[in-house]
């Protein structure tokens, strides 16, 4: 009851005029740069945060916070439309969603991934307002070898992204795993394989590289008249753009499970959206009925990273505003934000500043309603732009990204590496390399590194330090029935075959 | 009608393109004039990504000054992050020398960095300008922690070598240092495990994961306060002020460690007297602030205000000890 | 394909093994734990080791029956988009960066097979303006600046 109170208490401060406008500023500006390939909710709540300074601190919050949300369904357009993930986050959909718009049907994509961002999002908070005392307690269990175990079950979804020959697919993913190495050890300091580069010190940035295999070898692989996605005009109808009972039958189940992942996984500090949805959507593959045709345009496919990647950002304020731990580099800037703001983020900060805490979450309620009208108004406006000629959507398309990914660090040297993975993403994709296990792979790999040495150092070199603590042996354990699965699927089969015969 | 349109949206980009070349023709100008210093806006690099430490501070420091009004002319933050700081760094000192507009702070990294050959640019390619104040470091272990005193988790740590763990920021770092020295003049053997930033040391301690752990004030305050963190020694050279008063420092403690981060402004080097003193007496202004002082205060920092010659005698200073901690470290 | 295929894997596999041996420069263990050479060793054998598996495919019969994927007419757009976007990163010093991506859209689009010289002309001059409008004004991204003093 008490609960209640306070969420009516939270949602009058919500609506007061200011603070909504700064929650529809926020979302606006959170949609934009998550669509804008290479910024992602990070850059934005960055840029934004001078603006900030002079309002009250809820309202800043309040808009900080619509950014990093609106940027989670904001990645999702540029994905769908022109296979460019807007942010790390949406890698996972433009496996499905860009397949989807080459059928014709981006509108029902776009709309499936409005509606599970926004489904995704309010059980979050629903979560987030109940629990997150509760919860955050559970996420500091999470120590280095829970986060290695974690990162073994993410792995295991690569398995079902090879493509039509696995073991280029293993290659791709190996290879991955070896970019994540690049960069200086965070042990001891000295730099691997940079070649002598200080650029490089900081490692692979995903983002170059996802935008290089992703959008820049679909410019590089598509033949003007095999790519082109007409819209005719009749299809641009309220009830033909959005999702159909069908895709409704096949989706719903999915956006609940992963919420739930997403959410629990943005929870994690370090792991966060982007590894949240590539979970979800190895999960939905396998539990679908239709696994078999992901990647080649099932809406489900988009549902389950969009409902996950919202729910992971809602899930990432758990640890920040109880513990004053951030969650993702989106969360880190909103937290030093807080602390110019003076407010201190822990546990006492649900005590002593109510209104701060019960504002924020009544002006995410609010906020993924304003998503919500604003992603289905916008829908027919973004299916415009499929019908623009090719030749001029590729120029236009190409120096967005190549001024994204130097907008990344304000460095010429990542335009030049996006070039380059560009590059690699045309012979890999003629080659059939699939390129996704690589992104996956290097997202998961550097924290599957830091987190085994970590561990290992821990135990004094005992390997059996993952199997004994009880939360990493069981997601151990989860990996294992995971990879072996199919196997056993197989055999009962065809046990039940030769029963029959 | 999609005639109208386009002409329209042809006449608005001749205007915009207009705007744009008679905006930036007057920005072209060398610096030359000193008479009339500062004629332009300043760039001030942050060598690392937003939210961290360092951006708190620059970004805090820059609003301060622009809601009082203390510089003609505005002071734009951007964040060059990469290569530990060195990009950043190298881009004032190599690429921008004697240029007066051009500012960035100081971090462990601005040292250790050229010292373990990762940057180009060292302290000394720099005019420093202010430093303002000090950064603590705090070590702490869980509230639930068997270990009421540092002395009785040394007394453990000596008797079980090898059992004892410690989370710190990256095995390059003030908390590295701070460690190794710890177990030298305690003569312990300790594990020290290295974490990509203080929101992950906080989970490893509070998580019981390690033993203890090193944080800085501002981020363990908070569960200070709420009794989750239990603060065992800071690593200033005198007991800190407010709230945090009743931890030891190391030294009181019997071991002469004295590791804090200074946190200041500098320039790349070849600037003249006057300009030097014109960029002292702006920031020292803003220094003297109650909103910064509240800053300071509410992030547990201690202001420690050094003009230009004391702040480079410090700097160097840092380095001998950083150089001398290295070589211990062995990396 | 087939040639293509045992080419790339063979590179694959010399790779995977040139990792490993730069690998062995970092300490493979440090005080009975994996250090930094410890992962790159393993993943550059892995590498190899699976990059076998494609390479002796193409001594197969299965091989011979996959097309050629390279077409001659695909180096086309690899050669116009990699190609103008290089020299993008080339000039940016020079013309600043907004006038680089300006005219590298006017030659994709042009090259790519838009007829009319009115849109690639309006292309080359609102892009940028568009650019600047969005990264400079609304972002405040940190732009290079070339002669022309934007």
Known sequence: METLQNLLYGLSVANDPMNLLYCLVGVLFGTLVGALPGLGPAAGIAVLLPLTFGANPISGIIMLTGIYYGAMYGGSITSILINTPGDSAAVMTTLDGYPLAKKGRAAQALGMAAFASIIGGTISVIAFMFLAPALAIFAIRFGPPEYFALMILGLTTIAGMTGKYPSKGFISALVGLFFATVGLDLMQGIPRFTFGSVHLYEGLDFIPVAMGLFGIAEILTCKTDECAIKIEKKDVTWRKLLPSKEDWKYSLAHIFRSTGIGFFIGMLPGAGATISSFISYGVAKKTSKRGEEFGKGVIEGVAAPEASNNAASIGALVPMLTLGVPGSGSTAIMLGALMMFGLRPGPMLFEHNPDFVWGLIGSMYIGNIFLLILAILAVPLFIKILNVPRPILNATVMSFILIGSYSLNNSMFDVGLTIGFGALGFFMKKMDYPAAPMVLALVLGILLETSLRQSMIISGGNPMIFFTRPVSGSILGISILAIFYPLIKKAIQSYQKSRMA | MKRNTRWMAMVMACLFALTTVVGCSGKADAPQAQANYPEKPFEMIVPMGAGGGSDVFIRTLTKVIADNKLSPKPIVVVNKPGGSGSIGWSYVANDHKGDPYELSTVSSSFYTGPLSGQSPVSYKDFTHIIALCVDPNLLLVSADSKYQTLAELLADAKANPEKISAAGSSGLSVDAITFYSLQEKSDTKMKYVPFGGGGEVMTAIMGQHTTFGFLGPSEAAAQIEAGKLRPLAVTTEKRVSGELKDIPTLKELGYDIVMAQTRGIVAPSGLSADNVKYLEDMFAKAAATPEWKKFVADNFMEETIMMSEEFTKESETMSTMFEKYLSVVGK | ?150
Do not use: C, E, H
């Open chain 3, 1 to 150: 394909m087939r040639i293509a295929n045992r080419i790339v894997s063979i590179l694959i596999i010399a790779a995977g093994l040139f990792l490993s041996f730069q690998s062995s420069k970092f300490d493979y263990m440090v005080d009975g734990t994996p250090g930094p050479g410890f992962l790159p060793f393993w993943l550059g054998i892995s590498i190899a080791l699976v990059a076998l598996i494609p390479a002796v495919k193409t001594f197969t019969k299965f091989a011979s029956k996959l097309a050629n994927p390279f077409q001659s007419g695909d180096f086309k757009n690899f050669l116009i988009v990699i190609g103008s976007a290089t020299l993008v990163v080339i000039v940016t010093p020079v013309t600043g960066l907004l006038v680089a991506l300006g005219l590298m859209v006017g030659v994709i689009a042009k090259l790519m097979g838009t007829q009319s010289w009115k849109t690639v002309i309006g292309l080359t001059v609102f892009t940028p303006v568009l650019l600047f409008g969005i990264f400079v004004k609304i972002l405040s991204v940190p732009l290079p600046k070339g002669i022309f003093g934007f």
